[in-house]
């Protein structure tokens, strides 16, 4: 066995306490019936729920906040399963699971802002978030501010305005991977009586978004919660009953629901997903290591480095790391030398998301578009997934694709 570093200790330590957990929630395993069940619950498919009278079915109606099936649209036994799955990995009190994880960002923003508001995001968002509030949000009179990535809270402060409702946030950043001071920035949200969201689907299981102030936390569940690259899905999860019933209610108005083969699949891959990032966090940090040490290489944006923005409070914060990171080049290596060399790899595929248990590469550029200069990609960038594969074998693909490329 090869020697573990204290490092490499730390990032897999949050999936190390979250394995018997993840086997366990959401599962019948105390006052089991006599004739015994399956170990998993089994696929629901349906649209009509049968009442055996009127007056049960009026009762019934009173199930919508409960997470009950009551009709195939508002969601199928597997959906709600899945619910209460995340509701409790996140560590909050309700979760809608919506049909992508930009569903996940975007209905929460249309649910809880008006035409007048005033949404304050994080540059560093998603892209297709900053679309969303680019083109929807704005075409229905909502004000949109972006604040800088590596800012302070003193900083993020001198953006709110009297009509900010909400700041959305993202933590660490798309692509150059800032991590932020949530606690800092949800007090000032509250401060100034507005809410925060998190898109927190880097930290799924290894931050506890409820404990740092968030108000809702999104989850693309297409990345490491189902891990297996073969659906799309997403998760918003509250803490407190009011929001619950503002995005209940707001769910059901626009029909959002999630196929229960997709929420089963899901579920599946939730029972692996300690084990697949316990490997995968350990592998990425020591991929990111030697990628710190190549001389091409200007900086690593992996949370767990001191190279990356906001290392201070991923150790304050985070009890893990996954696996996902970013790589700026020296300034005299150009776009089309990192092209080529994404090109020469032979066990990463290029593409986009990630999560899986595959290794991807991705060209950073034309993937960001940043109101504020970043201080960070500073040179030509691309992003790494880890996945299952051997780690020297990843090294060796690596190495082969820099050596010919980029000298
Ligand atoms: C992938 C991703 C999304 C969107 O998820 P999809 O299921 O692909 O729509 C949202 N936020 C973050 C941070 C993501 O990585």
Redesign the pocket.
Known sequence: MSHISSEELAVSYGWKILSTFLVQIGRQTYSLPEKGVFVNDPLARGSTVIYPSVEAMRRSEKGKYEHETLYGAMGSPNQHQLEQVIAQIEGGSHCQVVS???AA?TIPLLGFLSSGDHCLIIDSI?GP?KRFAETVLKKFGVEISYYPADCNLGEIETYIQNNTKLIFT?SPG?HSFEIQNIAGTAEIAHRYGAKLIL?N??GIGIFKPFEHGVDISVQ?L??YANGHSDL???AITVKCDDDWHILRDYAVAMGEVAAPDVCWLTLRGLRTMAARLEKQSVTGLKIAHWCSRQPYVERVLHPALPSCYGHEFWKRDFTGASSVFGVVFKKNIILQKVIEMINHLKIFSIGA?WGGYESLVLLTDGEIRRKYKSRTLTGSACRFHIGLENENDLIEDLKQAFDKTLK
């Open positions: 992508s994880g930009l960002c998603y978030t993202e798309s898109d689907t880097w693309a297409t990345k799309v899905l997403g998301s």
